[in-house]
């Protein structure tokens, strides 16, 4: 029922930018927090950032000052925007929001996207 649908990844320069956006769809009740993971070939999955849905934002170190966790509570959306981007952060970043559905209001559950490829190379 609930689906986590990302978008905007692709492959982008050294120095360059890409604006990624999650949008949550289904029968939902509310989103408390929501953020970004990635996860690069031979490695584990990682934390990027993170917001509340009363706008506390949480980074990794590694992308603090490059990267703007946001979102729109009316649109049930986060987005990424992802400034001088460097070769090390390529991946495939991961949407991941905690979800009441409108079925069951009194219970968060974690939700997973599919996944969308970012690429940084020359």
Sequence with gaps: QVQLAESGGGLVQPGGSLRLSC???GSIFSI???GWYRQAPGKQRELVATITSGGITNYADSVKGRFTISRDNAKNT???QMNS???EDTAVYYCNADIRLASNPFQSKNYWG???QVTVSS
């Design 23 to 25: 949008a949550a769809s």
């Design 32 to 34: 408390s927090a929501m």
């Design 78 to 80: 986060v987005y990424l």
């Design 85 to 87: 981007l460097k070769p």
């Design 114 to 116: 599919q996944g969308t």
